[in-house]
């Protein structure tokens, strides 16, 4: 297995998990009901305004919001995932990247 | 009480046991900002977060409003991760978030607005990820616009905790969370009692009262409307705190100059109709207890409650006193003895009702309140909303010189400026009662026993032999339990239950200013009974415009033409909304 493809196959995991995450937030604390809510909405692309155009850092900061103020394991796990994705690919959320279907994962 | 030591932010602070972080905080003077938490009502999901601290050792940041705080524990407030957690979440609301704070209803007082202004925040880093949703406009009284809802909840635990209705909920929307409806049905369509205690609570502008000032500013420029207007008790010690007064402070005199130059053709006192309640609901009470009817009475002056009643107890509308409540007892006589006094065409009355409440709104909507042949009560403005029609027109309203109400409905005692307050209706009744039946005055007219922020209170009088045994309670977590008293079977003895729909009764109703808080409550409770004290007259039936009012035109109490309108009949709503 090369490098490259084992990159492809993060970024795919990555964001299944993270669309589960959002699937999975009870909506009880603000940082996981909103910050999945602006991962979906990025993964999506169904973001308005400047459709999701947020620096990396912005990213990183979202996810370390997430995981440090989240009230339960679910939000908390999300946001480590966004900074570990970011970690090994700062481009990850960057907006009109190509996605996988969206529906992977996704409640109905 | 046992207390121990910890550190915040690198200073020792004691504390009792119990104690939260955020208290603890603020006993040194350092403020943790908070969204979601509210303390009077036990509000303390942790649904914001924004309220995170770093405690020495944890690896995650721990919510200040619920954290109870421990011997030895390393608090900081202020670190870089924690003002970055606050900052992200804060941003993300505001992402989702209509930026109309110059039209919105609580510019002024958002606890979101002045939390972005805390936090500096200059620039939304996040985009919209949520769609616009419709109003809710369905209730009379109340708007509801989800696209300004924060999540906090407090409404959620005010309407089932507080109140024990339950009509809002919290859910999900197209798969988002989101505060919504009982089975998503249009508030006006729940059994919500259009208390407005949600709006209270509300941080933001998500919920709040439908506006009538534009109606009322129609009215008063309209050549061929006579426009009266009635002020409620609790809007005396009230409508100043919007004005930079102590809550409590007497404004009667102020208010009063304040209608004149706003242009009403009269300016009457809700104060009267509430003594005239007293002789009409305390003369029921004694054919009750002298003919064998249906006892306990209970009071009928607060329109929440009587909707709770309708739609959660309907079985026990026997018990409901048949008066109306005071507002529209006015509402009728204006367009009936007060027309004819002056000669005037009811259709050409225009009756403008300020009330602490938004219930009221409801009630003057009901069918049945024509008694006139036409709505006695055309528009009800809550305090909130007089506030601003005053700033309207430019009135520096602290400043006013005082002036007095009109005849033939203007002067109301200390018995009905009770009225406004938890255990004052019952208060009233009884100095009324008393007199009335015994024909002796009643030596102490403070009935300490029925005041107070306690929820369930009693008292008993004697009467000739009977001993009266009276119940109050306030907020309908505590209407609930003593109708469930009373369905038991537990109550037979009792002669006579106040209740009143909102916590602390009409001063801390759902159209009274921002904040109302229990300290707030208080206060304002403070200046009902100091203007009761303050007042000449003291008892209902000793009011001579009341008097007058029997003598003039409706002869006796429970006589005919009181039945005709100054009595009503109630709905049986039932308890499920019907879901359309
Ligand atoms: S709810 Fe607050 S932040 Fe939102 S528009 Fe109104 S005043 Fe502004
Ligand atoms: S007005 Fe009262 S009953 Fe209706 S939703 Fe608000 S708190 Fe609940
Ligand atoms: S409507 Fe107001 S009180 Fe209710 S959850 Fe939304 S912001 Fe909070
Ligand atoms: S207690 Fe007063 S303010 Fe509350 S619903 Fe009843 S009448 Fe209105
Ligand atoms: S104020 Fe503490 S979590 Fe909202």
């Known amino acids: 297995m090369s490098g490259e493809a084992s990159l492809a196959e993060e970024r795919t995991l990555g964001e299944f998990v993270l669309r589960r995450v959002h699937a999975e937030s009870c909506g009880e604390c603000l940082p996981c009901a909103l910050g999945t809510r602006q991962i979906a909405a990025v993964l999506n692309g169904t973001a308005g305004g400047n459709g999701g155009a947020v620096e990396a850092a912005v990213w990183r900061a979202l996810g370390r919001a997430m995981r440090q103020a989240a009230k339960c394991g679910v939000g908390r796990i999300g946001g480590a995932l966004v900074e570990e994705l970011l970690d090994r690919d700062p481009d990850f959320f960057a907006p009109g990247r190509k996605r996988n279907s969206g529906d992977q994962g996704q409640e109905g | ?580």
């Open chain 2, 1 to 580: 009480m046992s207390t121990f030591t910890m550190i915040i932010d690198g200073r020792r602070v004691e504390v009792p046991e119990k104690t939260t972080i955020l208290e603890a905080a603020a006993k040194i003077g350092v403020k943790i900002p908070t969204l979601c938490y509210l303390k009077d009502i036990g509000h303390d999901v942790g649904a914001c977060r924004i309220c995170v601290v770093e405690i020495e050792g944890e690896p995650e940041l721990v919510t200040a409003c619920n954290t109870p705080a421990a011997p030895g524990m390393v608090v900081r407030t202020n670190t870089e991760a924690v003002r970055e957690a606050r900052k992200v979440t804060l941003e993300m609301i505001l992402a989702n978030h209509p930026e109309e704070c110059p039209t919105c209803v609580r510019n002024g007082t958002c606890e979101l607005q002045a939390l972005a202004a805390a936090f500096n925040i200059r620039e939304v880093r996040f985009p919209r990820t949520r769609p616009e949703f419709p109003l809710d406009d369905s209730a009379t009284a109340l708007i509801r616009d989800p696209n300004k809802c924060i999540l906090c909840r407090r409404c959620v635990t005010v309407c089932r905790q507080v109140q024990s209705v339950g009509a809002v909920e919290f859910g999900k929307v197209y798969g988002e969370p989101a505060v919504t409806t009982l089975l998503h049905t249009p508030l006006g369509e729940t059994n919500c009692v259009q208390c407005g205690q949600c709006i209270l609570v509300c941080p933001v502008g998500a919920i709040y009262e439908r506006d009538d000032t534009d109606r009322v500013w129609a009215a008063l420029a309209d050549p061929h409307k006579h426009v009266v207007v009635q002020t409620a008790p609790a809007t005396h010690v009230a409508l100043g705190d919007l004005f930079g007064l102590a809550p409590g402070t007497d404004i009667t005199g102020r208010m009063v100059a304040a209608f004149r130059r706003l242009g009403f053709d009269a300016v009457f006192d809700t104060n009267f109709t509430a003594d005239l309640t007293i002789m009409e609901e305390g003369s029921e009470l004694l054919e009750r207890i002298n003919n064998g009817g249906v006892l306990p009475q209970l009071t009928s002056c607060s329109p929440g409650w009587v909707k709770f009643i309708e739609h959660f107890y309907p079985e026990l509308l026997p018990h409901l006193s048949s008066a109306k409540s005071p507002q529209q007892m006015l509402g009728a006589l204006a367009k009936t003895f007060y027309a004819q006094k002056r000669g005037l065409n009811p259709d050409e009355v225009f009756v403008v009702s300020v009330m602490p409440c938004t219930a009221k709104k409801f009630e003057a909507a009901r069918p049945e309140m024509k008694a006139s042949g036409r709505r006695d009560v055309d528009v009800v403005l809550t305090t909130r909303e007089l506030a601003r029609m005053l700033r309207e027109a430019g009135l520096d309203f602290a400043n006013l010189p005082e002036d007095d109400y009109d005849e033939p409905m203007g002067l109301g005692t200390g018995a009905g400026q009770i009225f406004g307050a938890t255990g004052g209706v019952m208060e009233a009744a009884l100095r009324t009662v008393y007199e009335l039946v015994t024909g002796k005055p009643l030596e102490n007219l403070d009935i300490e026993e029925v005041r107070g922020l306690a929820g369930v209170k009693e008292a008993a009088v004697p009467l000739n032999g009977l001993r009266v045994k009276a119940l109050v309670a306030h907020g309908l977590a505590n209407a609930r339990a003593v109708m469930e008293r009373l369905k038991a079977g537990e109550l037979k003895d009792y002669h006579f239950i106040e209740i009143m729909c909102c916590p602390g009764g009409c001063i801390g109703g759902g159209g009274q200013p921002i904040p109302t808080t229990s300290t707030i409550r208080e206060m304002r409770i403070g200046g009902i009974y100091a203007r009761d004290r303050a007042l000449a007259l003291r008892k209902s039936h000793e009011n001579p415009q009341v008097q007058k009012l029997y003598e003039e035109f409706l002869e006796r109490p429970l006589g005919h033409k009181s039945h005709e309108l100054l009595h009503t009949t109630y709905t049986a709503r039932g308890f499920q909304p019907r879901g359309e």
